[in-house]
């Protein structure tokens, strides 16, 4: 008789210790599963505010293409205006403008024919 009772203690003893392994490890994986749960949830969060950022910076983008292309438009009508096209000016100041892009000293005949009276006679 105290061999079946020492093998039912023996008995009950594996039996609690493999009970309460399972349970540690139930518990465990339950821990487990709760963070990946909340991992999951942060993950989606932030990807939905990555999302509306993301489409907020789309939509500004779009309009600051149409508004290059606005300005594009507006430095090709200042190009074809026709006071860039020497329309307007005379042959010597056309050619006073050269000289002095060019860095060449003016005839003093232009420079007196070019100006005014009062700026060509100035000290």
């Known amino acids: 008789m105290t061999r079946l009772r020492l093998l039912a203690a023996a008995l009950a003893l594996a039996t609690t210790a493999t009970g309460g392994w399972l349970a540690r490890g139930w518990l465990e994986d339950s821990q487990r599963l709760t963070a990946e749960r909340?991992?999951?949830?942060?993950?989606?969060?932030?990807?939905?505010?990555?999302?509306?950022?993301?489409?907020?910076?789309?939509t500004r983008l779009a309009e600051l293409e149409a508004n290059e292309r606005i300005?594009?438009?507006?430095?090709?009508?200042?190009?074809?205006?026709?006071?860039?096209r020497r329309?307007?000016?005379e042959p010597r100041l056309v050619r006073l403008l050269n000289d002095a892009a060019a860095g060449r000293p003016p005839a003093?005949?232009?420079?007196?024919?070019?100006?005014p009276n009062d700026a060509a006679t100035a000290d």
């Open 38 to 58: 909340a991992i999951e949830q942060a993950i989606a969060a932030a990807m939905a505010r990555e999302s509306e950022i993301a489409g907020a910076v789309e």
């Open 108 to 115: 003093s005949a232009d420079v007196a024919d070019a100006l």
């Open 71 to 84: 300005i594009d438009r507006g430095i090709i009508r200042e190009i074809e205006k026709p006071i860039y």
């Open 87 to 89: 329309v307007c000016l």
